[in-house]
């Protein structure tokens, strides 16, 4: 079954940066739509990003815009999130997302039911 494993979060101040990885394992990683998402408590999960692995098309939230960026390795199979300039309201478990179609949809990208496969997520935290 197709695994997914998130690594990277932690906890850094206002302003610091991190790097998350997502390791696919036993999925089909070429011309699929993978993405990012994040759950605070008390909150619904919502989209960060997500990338189309067959090409460079990205999709973002307003929320991350310029400050998070989405990036793969597809010799690795592994996908990435870049996060700079973090801020307080950036804490979450965040979880890697994967889905069988063969594109992104700049409609439905965000939206939890797009995906097929979900990882455990990794916290990250900002404090102020």
């Known amino acids: 079954q197709v695994q997914l494993v998130e690594s990277g979060g932690g906890s850094v101040q206002a302003g610091g940066s991190l790097r998350l990885s997502c390791a696919a394992s036993r999925y089909t990683y070429n011309n699929r739509c993978m993405g990012w998402f994040r759950q605070a408590p008390g909150k619904e999960r919502e989209g960060v990003a997500a990338?189309?692995?067959?090409?460079?098309?990205?999709l973002y939230a307003d929320s991350v815009k310029g400050r998070f960026t989405i990036s793969q390795d597809n010799a690795k199979n592994t996908l990435y999130l870049q996060m700079n300039s973090l801020k307080p309201e950036d804490t979450a478990m965040y979880y890697c997302?994967?889905?069988?179609?063969?594109?992104?949809?700049?409609?439905?990208?965000?939206?939890?039911?797009?995906?097929?496969?979900w990882g455990q997520g990794t916290q990250v935290t900002v404090s102020s």
């Open positions: 997302a994967a889905n069988s179609r063969p594109y992104c949809s700049r409609t439905y990208w965000s939206a939890r039911s797009f995906y097929d496969y």
């Open positions: 990338i189309y692995t067959g090409g460079s098309n990205t």
